[in-house]
């Protein structure tokens, strides 16, 4: 970044004051003006704009003013044009010279700086990057000669003249690579190259990053709100659309040749971690796989066979579906719910990945142990789930110690077994099937009908574990408690309410209970107050934490006995109201834990009316739309737009069929702020049962209308 040249190191080197509130965010474009670097024609302005591997960075300097305080004689602050990288270490290499493309000035070098999940020590990690700098409009060179410069270390920068009127304004165009140097340079020739000016790129970024966004349209928001809440509604809809599809990323990129190649953290064999193919990383399943996985499945199948495909090349790597990659394998949460997400798409028949591969590795993780003391892959207690058809508490793990959070990852367990099932059902496994239907439908094993609740059992008697607290969080359950896990079984919500009415309760009625009870929590088995414990006493429904993962599919449990029933009322009251008072637009936009786009991504289906609530099913469940008319592409087509640089990377590293545009059209009629209430609903201009909780996704994907017809509901809830 441009800095203050009194400096000498890294120390002030790596900040600078600015105004957010005079700044420019999009996610296209960031401007702003540096406190720290002015003189009286002003002050420095900074811009940047991205490319898929670094971006363009604009300097415009203000003016030279000769004898002023602050001007180039000046010992406090000097006019003097720095460009100035910092680097995380000290022991991060940095180095000054010509670019080997055209000779303008160029700073290179690369850290070693992480935070884990790379490999282990052995495997030789760097973030390599390069920063050709020229001036005027961006395209004239720069020259070494007289200049004052430092590299070697962690810190680098090149010191311009202020009497040149031609370094009044600086173009750094930046290219990153997890292979080498040489390849950062590569990428930076490939996408920001010295023809391609600051506008070209920026207007690029725009385009794909309209190409995405614009690929759901939404109008129409609800009668009976004033136009500032019609516009917040907009604001938080396509923010929570950016948002959740930053997620997950790409660890990929192109040889000479146009191949892709990547880094991998995954790999086994250090002699070589440059791979071919594409590669996913940044996503953590337990997180993502109810909403940021269906989320691509409706409105972007393009985007989430690459993403599917960069994950079968983790597992033909590594020999292990990540659960948590950030960027290789962590063991940050309980389950394998990768699963859930490749079974998915298998089940929906999204192309352009391979399908063998996709069950292969979902498969290993139902059948067999991970590696003992191995972390971040696997079911961990498998074992002791298949010898009791649940986690004991305290039963041994293949990591070592004894299994914890057993309620929560036996229904996790639970969850994954059920949509590898549907799998293989899909591909015609019929032994495979038949085994995991049977271990999905061990739900019951941890119900207690005395309370009500899914609780732990002791491995050495197979007695309910005592003492029990509903209101306790941690120990059996994981970032909640009891009440956040009593509707955990999204593939079973006929199956849970029959469990419930054979022990004369009603699940409508405990939905509610849970809706409006007190927001209670005690500490359990943590040893103070953690976020998510706060968040839902402070701004959650009763026991519905909507701060955290644990809960976003529970309102559409409520959807059991069809669309038209009273607990599917009773659930499209709250969702709305999840919709419209937890969600804002402002810098506390998300009511909690945001985590991989989830949160976002619940957002974004919700307002469509549309919810997967168990991935594998092949079905979406009808909510409530926030909006009166949405078009949503469900082609396989990826847009073009001003250079296509995006069509032809994606091209590269998929063989999805890039088809013409199909369209859903959802249309909510007599859509008003308060009518929560579903009357009928059509598909095509065909009446569905009010029995129906949704539609196959098999239909959507076609394309076609889905109509909703609204009214007030028939009762008040709380």
């Known amino acids: 970044m441009p800095s203050n040249p009194s400096s000498q190191s890294a120390s002030g080197d790596d900040f600078a004051g600015y105004s957010p509130a005079q700044s420019t965010f999009t996610p296209y474009y960031f401007a702003a003006s540096l406190f720290e670097y002015g003189n009286s024609n002003g002050n420095l302005k900074i811009e940047f704009t991205p490319s898929m591997h670094g971006g363009i960075m604009r300097a415009s300097f203000p003016s030279y003013v000769a004898h002023e305080v ?8 000097s006019q003097i044009r720095r460009i100035s990288i910092v680097l995380p270490q000290n022991s991060d290499i940095s180095e000054i010279g010509k670019s080997p493309v055209d000779g303008t000035v160029l700073i290179s070098g690369h850290t070693t700086k992480n935070s884990g999940g790379v490999g282990g020590k052995e495997a030789a990690y760097g973030h390599y990057f390069v920063a050709a700098i020229y001036n005027g409009d961006g395209s004239q060179l720069t020259s070494l000669d007289g200049l004052t410069t430092k590299a070697g270390g962690n810190v680098a920068w090149v010191d311009f003249s202020p009497n040149d009127t031609n370094n009044d304004v600086l173009i750094v165009r930046l290219a990153t690579s997890f292979i080498s140097k040489e390849q950062a340079l590569l990428n930076l020739q490939q996408e920001v190259g010295a023809s391609v000016s600051f506008e070209a790129l920026r207007d690029d970024a725009k385009a794909e990053w309209n190409s995405v966004l614009g690929r759901v349209q939404v109008t129409k928001p609800p009668n009976g709100v004033s136009q500032e809440e019609a516009g917040d509604f907009y604001s938080v809809f396509y923010s929570s659309l950016y948002r959740a599809s930053l997620f997950p990323r790409q660890l990929t990129e192109f040889d000479a040749s146009g191949a892709a190649i990547h880094w991998s953290p995954f790999a086994t064999d250090n002699t070589t971690r440059v791979m071919s193919g594409p590669l996913s990383t940044d996503s953590g399943f337990w997180d993502a796989w109810n909403t940021v996985y269906p989320l691509l499945t409706l409105f972007h199948r393009p985007m989430l066979a690459i993403t599917v495909q960069g994950w079968l090349t983790a597992f033909n790597e590594g020999g292990w579906l990540p659960k948590w990659a950030s960027p290789g394998y962590r063991s940050g949460m309980i389950g394998t719910m990768g699963d859930v997400s490749l079974a998915d798409a298998i089940v929906n028949d999204i192309p352009g990945f391979d399908v063998d591969l996709a069950y292969a590795a979902i498969r290993k993780d139902a059948f067999e142990s991970p590696p003992v003391g191995v972390e971040g892959v696997g079911r961990v207690c498998l074992n002791p789930y298949l010898q009791h058809g649940y986690v004991p508490r305290d039963a041994p793990m293949t990591t070592g110690g004894t299994c914890y959070e057993v309620v929560s990852r036996t229904l996790n367990y639970l969850q994954s077994d059920y949509a590898v099932a549907q799998a293989a059902q899909k ?99 943590y040893g103070s107050v953690i976020h998510e414990q706060s968040e839902m006493a402070d701004h959650c429904f009763g026991q519905y934490a909507h701060n955290n993962q644990p809960v976003h599919h529970l309102l559409y449990m409520h959807m059991f006995d069809g669309y038209g029933g009273s607990c599917a009322d009773q659930g499209r009251h709250y969702v709305r109201r999840t919709l419209t008072q937890l969600y804002r637009a402002d810098s506390d936009m998300f009511p909690g834990d945001e985590d991989n786009g ?40 990826f847009h073009g737009h001003s250079h296509g640089l995006a069509d032809t990377r994606r091209k590269r590293v998929t063989d999805a069929t890039f088809a013409s545009a199909k369209t859903l059209r959802i249309v909510a009629h007599n859509n008003d702020i308060h009518n929560t209430r579903i009357e009928s609903v059509r598909w095509n201009d065909r009446t569905l049962p009010s029995t129906s909780n949704g539609i196959a996704y098999a239909d959507l994907a076609q394309g076609g209308t889905l109509e909703f017809f609204m009214a007030a509901p028939l009762k008040q809830y709380a």
């Open 70 to 77: 602050g001007d180039s004689d000046s010992t406090s602050l």
């Open 427 to 525: 591909l015609g496994k019929a032994d495979d099937e038949s085994v995991l239907r049977q271990r999905a439908s061990n739900f019951s094993l941890l119900f207690d009908s005395e309370t009500g609740f899914f609780r732990s059992r002791s491995l050495s008697n197979g007695k309910f574990s005592e003492p029990f607290d509903q209101f306790g969080w941690g120990g059996d359950y994981t970032e909640s408690g009891p009440w956040q896990y009593r509707f955990y079984l999204p593939y079973n919500a006929d199956g849970l309410h029959d469990l419930y009415a054979a022990n004369q309760r009603d699940m409508c009625s405990l939905l509610s209970e849970t809706m409006t009870s007190s927001s209670l929590f005690h500490l359990g088995g």
């Open 598 to 637: 989830e949160m976002a991504a619940w957002f974004v289906l919700s307002s469509l009316g549309l919810y997967e609530r168990s991935p594998g099913s092949g079905q979406f469940e009808f909510g409530v739309p926030l909006f009166s008319d949405v078009t949503v592409d469900v082609s396989d087509a």
